[in-house]
Nanobody
Framework: QVQLVESGGGLVQAGGSLRLSCAAS????????MGWYRQVPGKRRELVAT???????NYADSVTGRFTISGDSAKKTVNLLMDNVNPEDTAVYFC?????????WGQGTQVTVSS
């Protein structure tokens, strides 16, 4: 089993910055992919950014150039630095990892951007 604990969510003004962190624990052998998704009420969960164990990153178009994902598969942590946020970034953000072909999710952390 893998447990994911997120931290760093909260309220931020438009144009500001916020950093999300996620730590994985449990019986973990290798995490080939780690990342972040987000969801707003009534909408599907959507990809924000992912990073592979080799350091390859992938970003949603809506956050490219503003958000930066970093991860350390050895330390089992993944972070998301959110710069120049806007109200459309308001959502619950979920940490996500893949291990042995299975996806694991954190409980989510609320990010609210005020205009």
């Amino acid at each position: 089993q893998v447990q994911l604990v997120e931290s760093g969510g909260g309220l931020v003004q438009a144009g500001g910055s916020l950093r999300l962190s996620c730590a994985a624990s449990g019986t973990i052998f290798w995490l080939p992919v780690m990342g972040w998704y987000r969801q707003v009420p009534g909408k599907r969960r959507e990809l924000v950014a992912t990073i592979t164990s080799g350091g390859r990153t992938n970003y949603a178009d809506s956050v490219t150039g503003r958000f930066t994902i970093s991860g350390d598969s050895a330390k089992k942590t993944v972070n998301l630095l959110m710069d120049n946020v806007n109200p459309e970034d308001t959502a619950v953000y979920f940490c996500y990892v893949v291990m042995s072909g299975r996806a694991y999710w954190g409980q989510g952390t609320q990010v609210t951007v005020s205009s």
